[in-house]
Nanobody
Framework: VQLQASGGGLVQPGDSLSLSCAAS????????VGWFRQAPGKEREFVAA????????NYAPSVKGRFTISRDNAKNTGSLQMNNLKREDTAVYYC???????????????????WGQGTQVTVSS
C-alpha cells in the first residue's frame, strides 16, 4: 500500500489543523494506521494509532485530549485532527500502515511496514 500524507502548515498556538493520509494500492481495511512525528534533532515518536475497523485507538500522552485519529475505509483515508496546537507539536508528521489480521494497535514504529512521505506542521506565533 502507498501512503500520502497532507494537510500540514504553519499555524499559531491554540489553532487546529487536520492531517490526511490517502492510501492506494491495497485493501485499506486490512491495515492498522499510525501517525508519528519527528522534530528537528529528535527521534521519531508515536502520536496515535487506529485499528483496522477504527474501533480501537491509542494516543501518546502528550496529545491525548487534543488530537483525534480517525479513518474512512470506504474512502481509503486516515485523518488526524489536531486541536489546541502547541509549539512543541512542531514536527514532520508521518502516517504509517501495518497489515494485520487483528484489531490490535501498536505504538512501535518498527511494526509499521508502509510509510508516507511526511507533512510539515509548524506551530509558531
Amino acid at each position: 500500500v502507498q501512503l500520502q500524507a497532507s494537510g500540514g502548515g504553519l499555524v499559531q498556538p491554540g489553532d487546529s489543523l487536520s492531517l490526511s493520509c490517502a492510501a492506494s494500492g491495497g485493501t485499506f481495511s486490512n491495515y492498522a494506521v499510525g501517525w508519528f512525528r519527528q522534530a528537528p534533532g529528535k527521534e521519531r515518536e508515536f502520536v496515535a494509532a487506529i485499528s483496522r475497523a477504527g474501533t480501537v485507538k491509542n494516543y501518546a500522552p502528550s496529545v491525548k485530549g487534543r488530537f483525534t485519529i480517525s479513518r474512512d475505509n470506504a474512502k481509503n483515508t486516515g485523518s488526524l485532527q489536531m486541536n489546541n496546537l502547541k509549539r512543541e507539536d512542531t514536527a514532520v508528521y508521518y502516517c504509517a500502515a501495518r497489515q494485520t489480521v487483528t484489531g490490535a494497535v501498536t505504538s512501535t514504529s518498527g511494526s509499521y511496514n508502509y510509510w508516507g512521505q511526511g507533512t510539515q506542521v509548524t506551530v509558531s506565533s
